[in-house]
């Protein structure tokens, strides 16, 4: 594995969105199977886009989940993410980006995110 990918970076590749950064779009075409991540909670956090209808999707919530978990290995919230997660120096109290931000630090893998809080922290490295 090379990268971990935040939320929106996963919904924004699947949907060829321009809202993906230049350096990021460059990385990810570049990236073969296996080689760009995603956290567990990723799935949870869509899933909860879908039904608070702040995302559309075409099909079912479990088929798009599903597509999503066979484009990108899926790493658990093991103890150390979980205990790390909540202590993590971030501005945001957002519980989705904390076990992100602990998951990369991890896996000591780089995170593609646009999410500026998480970038000015310096707890990650951040591609974008």
Request: with cysteine; hydrophobic share 50%; glycine share 4%.
């Amino acid at each position: 594995m090379k990268y971990l990918l935040d939320t929106h970076s996963v919904l924004w590749a699947a949907e060829a969105d321009p809202r993906l950064g230049s350096r990021a779009l460059a990385e990810l075409q570049r990236c073969t199977t296996g080689d760009a991540a995603i956290s567990d909670i990723t799935l949870l956090e869509i899933a909860m886009l879908v039904h608070k209808k702040r995302i559309c999707i075409a099909v079912t919530l479990k088929r798009y989940l599903l597509e999503i978990q066979e484009n990108y290995p899926v790493l658990a919230v093991e103890a150390a993410v979980a205990a790390e997660a909540f202590a993590l120096a971030l501005p945001q109290g957002d519980p989705f980006d904390r076990v992100i931000v602990a998951t990369a630090r991890y896996h000591a893998l780089p995170l593609i995110t646009r999410d500026q809080e998480i970038t000015q922290s310096g707890l990650a490295d951040v591609i974008w």
